[in-house]
């Protein structure tokens, strides 16, 4: 286990300004996708996405004997109009969301969904929901945010959610067998900073929303409906929450305090679990964390990766749902890279992904022949 900073070592002459711009698709345009955007399918294989003006790029590892990554492949959109989030099914699947201009003339964006079934493969078309909005309910109501995808890990039933400026929160359903249903309100109270949700499995589909009050869990509580679980009185940075299954029906959200930029973590308390307000530095980092859970020195870790207050991608790991031991930072290096994502291969081993000065893709990979979290240079996808 990992209990200080020499505990995690990564190679820091490797610095992501020193790779030069591919000059494809994903150079000097690309952008991070909302939310989690690096995934491992159901073949072991990585596959990482992200925005550009058009439509998404697409980054997948290469198949065994072949090492490193294809792509950039570009995906467009006609009428592309916002970033892309997705979430994953027990079985690897990546469902995406996103915004595409009104086809209607109305001037009011559609929300569109697709799948990656398979590493590499062709995504399916997109397909549109509509623009959001109740039947009744305000005409001129817009999107306060982009939409979010969550699915439900055992039926593989998807939850489409976006926040509106005056009908609330809104929820759109495809259940198992693919018929989609239509927009139901979560909430009538307005969010204007957007959803950060996520279905554990075996529990109910819960999110978080910033208010002016804090930051507010709501749950679901069975036949469509919501209530307010929790209500968090405290200041958070919009666009910086994230969202981790931390055991059996718990989750745990993540995100930065204004007053210093650090991250914090919040669970619902629960007895014999550790729950509340708990602090994880990282002071002056910036957007909002990468997380993974995996297995570090025979325990089960939480581990997250940001940018740090001097610009580095920076570490932590620490004993699932033990928050109150402390953690320490450590600094991977990866000048100037945004938006890391950390996730697990098909050995097992921790990659850190981020997208340098550039848009590019570099990742870093733990190098498991050495104790602790040791890991290797940055190298460009």
């Known amino acids: 286990m990992v209990r200080g900073k020499s505990g995690i070592r990564g190679a ?5 300004a020193q790779h030069a711009p591919p000059g494809g698709p994903g150079s000097r345009r690309s952008s991070p996708s909302a939310g989690n955007w690096l995934f491992k399918g159901g073949d072991g294989r990585l596959t990482a996405y992200a925005c550009t003006p058009h439509g998404l790029v697409r980054w997948t590892e290469a198949a065994a004997p072949q090492t490193g990554w294809t792509g950039p492949d570009a995906f467009e959109v006609e009428g592309w109009a916002g970033t892309a989030a997705m979430a994953q099914s027990r079985e690897g699947y990546v469902h995406l969301v996103a915004l595409r201009a009104a086809q209607d003339g109305s001037g009011r964006p559609e929300i569109i969904v697709a799948t990656q079934f398979q590493p590499g493969r062709p995504m399916t078309e997109w397909h549109s929901l509509g623009a959001p909005g109740l039947r009744g309910g305000p005409a001129d109501d817009r999107l306060a945010g982009p939409p979010r995808i969550a699915v439900n ?11 509106m400026r005056r009908g609330g929160v809104l929820r759109r359903s495809r259940n198992a067998e693919g018929a989609w249903g239509g927009w139901k309100q979560v909430t009538a109270e307005p969010y204007d900073s957007g959803v950060t949700p996520l279905m554990p499995a075996g529990g109910q589909l819960e999110m978080l929303l910033l208010g002016p009050a804090g930051a507010d869990r709501w749950s ?3 036949q469509g ?11 958070v940075v919009p666009g910086t929450p994230a969202v981790c299954e931390t055991g059996p029906r718990r989750v745990t959200y993540f995100w930065r305090y204004p007053g210093d ?3 914090v973590a919040w669970r619902a ?4 679990v550790q729950g509340g307000l708990m602090g994880l530095g990282g002071a002056g980092g910036r957007g909002a964390p990468g997380v993974v859970r995996a297995e570090v020195g025979g325990y089960d870790c939480t581990v997250l990766a940001q940018t740090g207050a001097e610009g580095d991608v920076e570490l932590t790991a620490y004993v699932t749902e033990n928050e109150g031991y402390g953690t320490w930072w450590a600094s991977l290096g990866g000048h100037g890279a945004q938006a890391p994502q950390v996730a697990l291969d098909a050995a ?13 893709l570099i990742t870093t990979r733990q190098d498991m022949t050495q104790q602790g979290l ?3 240079p940055w190298e460009a996808a």
């Open 12 to 16: 820091s002459s490797a610095r992501a």
């Open 153 to 163: 890990q055992r039926s593989g039933s998807t939850h489409v959610l976006v926040s």
């Open 220 to 222: 679901g509580i069975g």
């Open 225 to 235: 409906r919501f209530a307010l679980a929790d209500r968090v009185p405290t200041p």
């Open 261 to 263: 930029g650090s991250l």
């Open 269 to 272: 308390a629960r007895q014999g």
């Open 348 to 360: 097992g081993r921790i990659v850190v992904a981020a997208f340098d000065a550039d848009g590019a």
């Open 374 to 376: 040791v890991f290797g």
